[in-house]
């Protein structure tokens, strides 16, 4: 074991870190660097095994010490996400269950949420569909800042709603959530004043030359057909059936969004711009997926 009782939180950490750097990984499921990881694992095991505060200076028992070498074992030998290895996943500053029955969440779209998607919306949405909702983080951040909406979280996977349920409970949000298997808009009913959607985008081949890491999520979230884009496109040819007048869609299309502009070069796609990082995510409106012919 690479701990003992004698070191201190920060030398603990110190040494995850370098375990961590050297063991070839892929941060990008809730870090991105091997210190800020190694912080993650540590801190939550030392919250969770009861401590009232938490400094650099403390030390750490011999049951804590085993927890934390476990996990840092499996991060390192079979390159699980820390997110599943810890049961939980941070978006929109919010916690969030995860398994390995939905994928990480990511998104960007967390950055529009913290701003009550200011400038996208002109009203707070009192009705939102999150389209392909997987642990239900989308949906269930934006009845977190909308606290008047009503918001239904679909999904094709019973698993993912599964996910999305313990989750709604955890926020508090049941009585303003309705969980829909569907897949994509076929068991979907009424129109909403926003549908946000980040459904699978991967194509095939860049699938395959994803890290290891990826292949702990379902294949489900990420692959979609014809390069990724598939899947996003049926939305695009649907969504207005399911908007208000008003409504908008913001749907995340990721790296695939140079693809999905060179098919459509004429179409009204505003590409939103993110200050923490991320690309990818458009936003129409009503009018316009009304008009264009996807
Ligand atoms: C990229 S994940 C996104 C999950 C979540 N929105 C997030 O941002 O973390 C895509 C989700 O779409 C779901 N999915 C895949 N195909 C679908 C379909 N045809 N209809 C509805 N959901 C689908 C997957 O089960 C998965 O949960």
């Known amino acids: 074991m690479l701990f003992n009782t004698h070191q201190t939180l920060k030398q603990i ?18 870090t991105d ?9 540590v801190e939550t095991l030392v919250q969770r095994s009861g401590a009232k505060q938490i400094d650099a200076e403390m030390k750490l028992d011999e049951v804590v010490l085993e927890q934390i070498q476990s996990l840092l074992s499996k991060r ?18 919010l916690p969030f269950y995860v398994d390995e029955k939905v994928i990480i969440p990511r998104s960007p779209i967390a950055e529009l949420i913290k701003n009550c998607f200011k400038s996208i919306v002109k009203q707070e949405p009192k009705t939102i569909l999150d389209l392909c909702c997987g642990s239900g983080c989308i949906g269930l951040a934006s009845a977190m800042v909308f606290p008047e909406s009503t918001v239904v979280l679909a999904d094709l996977s019973v698993e993912a709603l599964q996910v999305a349920a313990i989750n709604s409970e955890k926020l508090e949000l049941r009585s303003r959530v309705t969980l829909q298997p569907s897949d994509l808009f076929t068991d ?23 890290p290891d890491e990826y292949k702990h999520e379902p294949a489900l979230a990420l692959l979609s057909e014809h390069n990724g884009l598939a899947i996003p496109i049926e939305i695009l040819r649907q969504a207005a059936n399911y908007l208000n007048e008003d409504g908008i869609l913001l749907l995340e299309v990721g790296n695939s969004w140079q693809a999905l502009a060179d098919i ?31």
Request: hydrophobic fraction near 40%; charge should be negative; aromatic fraction near 18%.
């Open 188 to 210: 979907i009913e009424g129109c909403f004043d926003l549908i946000v959607s980040n459904p699978p985008y991967v194509g095939e081949h860049e699938y395959l030359n994803l």
């Open 264 to 294: 459509y070069p004429d179409a009204p796609f505003l590409w939103l711009e993110f200050e923490n990082g991320g690309e990818g995510i458009l936003a129409l409106s009503y009018m316009q997926l009304r008009h264009y012919k996807f």
């Open 33 to 41: 660097n091997p210190w800020d990881e190694a912080c993650w694992l």
């Open 76 to 93: 390192s030998n079979e390159k699980i996400p820390l997110a599943y290895l810890l049961n939980e996943a941070w978006f929109a500053d």
């Open 13 to 30: 950490v110190t040494l995850a870190s370098k375990e961590l750097e050297q063991a070839d990984l892929f941060f990008g499921h809730g």
